[in-house]
C-alpha cells in the first residue's frame, strides 16, 4: 500500500523557520516526483515547490526564495525547509508523489498543519 506520511508542521512565529518532512512507501521513490502543495481555508489547493527524479527544482512565485525542496533518495523522503515564515503561510501542507514513467500514478498525505502567527 502506497502511504506519504508527513510531519514537521506545528505553530511558528512571522520570521521563523520550520522543515516539513514527507516519508514515502510503496513506490518505487527515485522514480517519483516529489511535490508540496498547501491550501488555506476557502482557498484552492496551490504547488509550493517540486523536485524531479534528477533533482531539478521549482518553486511558486510566493515563495521568493524562502523555501527550499530536497530529496533523499535513500530515506525516501522529501523536505520542505521554510525560513521567513509569514502569517500568510499558514496552511495544511500536503505531500504529492508523481509517477514520472508508465501510467500516470498521483499520491497526496494527509498533510500537516502548518500555522504562523504571534
Known amino acids: 500500500q502506497v502511504q506519504l506520511v508527513e510531519s514537521g508542521g506545528g505553530l511558528v512565529q512571522p520570521g521563523g523557520s520550520l522543515r516539513l518532512s514527507c516519508a514515502a512507501s510503496g513506490i518505487s521513490f527515485s522514480l517519483y516526483a516529489m511535490n508540496w502543495y498547501r491550501q488555506a481555508p476557502g482557498k484552492q489547493r496551490e504547488l509550493v515547490a517540486g523536485?524531479?527524479?534528477?533533482?531539478?527544482?521549482n518553486y511558486a512565485d510566493f515563495v521568493q526564495g524562502r523555501f527550499a525542496i530536497s530529496r533523499d533518495n535513500a530515506k525516501n523522503t522529501v523536505y520542505l525547509q521554510m525560513n521567513s515564515l509569514k502569517p500568510e503561510d499558514t496552511a495544511v501542507y500536503y505531500c504529492?508523489?508523481?509517477?514520472?514513467?508508465?501510467?500516470?500514478?498521483?499520491?497526496w498525505g494527509q498533510g500537516t498543519q502548518v500555522t504562523v502567527s504571534s
Open positions: 523536485i524531479a527524479s534528477g533533482g531539478t527544482t
Open positions: 504529492n508523489a508523481a509517477s514520472t514513467i508508465g501510467p500516470r500514478r498521483v499520491y
